[in-house]
């Protein structure tokens, strides 16, 4: 599969083949514990859309935990519903849910089936299918600095990929025949930062937000301690 990908010698735009480089999911068994260490595992992995025709790719910058039923933050701490009734199955599995009334937002399910916990996608680096991208975001792109636009915060990602709940949730991401999975192209994070979670007001003051350090897709504020 041929599609437009990001140099990373600079700024640069070139043509290259990634489909085979993104072409095996993350086991479930990564997803099967602790959603703050598997936060910051998933840093540096690359989160793919498989299209008819093209495939789109980022690479995971941020990331925020969600601890269940012990987290007043998280959706599934009031208990099981109709609604969140993904966070309580098995790991591994995509949560969709729609907010402020006008965005989405992608998260994976964490912990073992019968167990809350989950992680939600705040922002990604796009490596492949930029173009897409900004077509489905209805942003211009006038030089490679407008690559932000696309994919820095959680609606805009999820927009970017045409992630929705109708679509996406209960998607199973570490199945091969999903069209939308995270990969693993051995990228090493060098260092990571966590804060606060953001844009939320209960249980803000937990450090449960995880960024790759420097990157510029990272939403919000950038600092933090080790």
């Not at 399910?109 to 167990?115: H, I, K, N, R, Y």
């Not at 820095?152 to 992630?163: D, T, V």
């Not at 991401?173 to 990969?183: E, G």
Request: proline letters at 4%.
């Amino acid at each position: 599969m041929e599609t437009r990908a990001r140099s990373r010698n600079g700024d640069d735009w070139i043509l290259t083949t990634v489909g085979t480089q993104f072409r095996k999911p993350l086991a479930r068994e990564f997803y099967d514990r602790d959603p703050r260490r598997a936060s910051r595992e998933l840093l540096g992995k690359v989160l793919v859309r498989r299209e008819a025709y093209q495939l789109l790719a980022a690479r995971i910058v941020e990331v925020e935990a969600y601890l269940g039923e012990n987290d007043p933050a998280a959706h599934s701490f009031a208990g099981q519903t109709a609604r969140n009734a993904v966070l309580f199955g098995p790991p591994g599995y995509a949560y969709v849910y729609f907010i402020y009334g006008n965005h989405y937002c992608l998260n994976v399910s964490c912990l073992p089936d019968g167990v809350a916990g989950g992680i939600l996608f705040r922002a990604v680096e796009p490596l492949a299918g930029m173009e897409q991208m900004a077509r489905s975001r209805n942003v211009s792109m006038v030089s490679p600095r407008d690559l932000r636009k696309l994919t820095s915060g959680p609606g805009r990602l999820a927009e970017a990929f045409g992630i929705t709940r109708e679509r996406d949730n209960g998607k199973d991401l570490t199945s091969a025949q999903s069209d939308l999975f995270i990969a693993d192209d051995e990228y090493r994070v060098r260092r990571v930062l966590t804060t606060p979670r953001i844009g939320i007001t209960k249980a803000a003051e937990r450090r449960l937000r995880y960024v790759i350090a420097g990157n510029e897709f990272v939403s919000g504020a950038k600092t933090g301690n080790r």
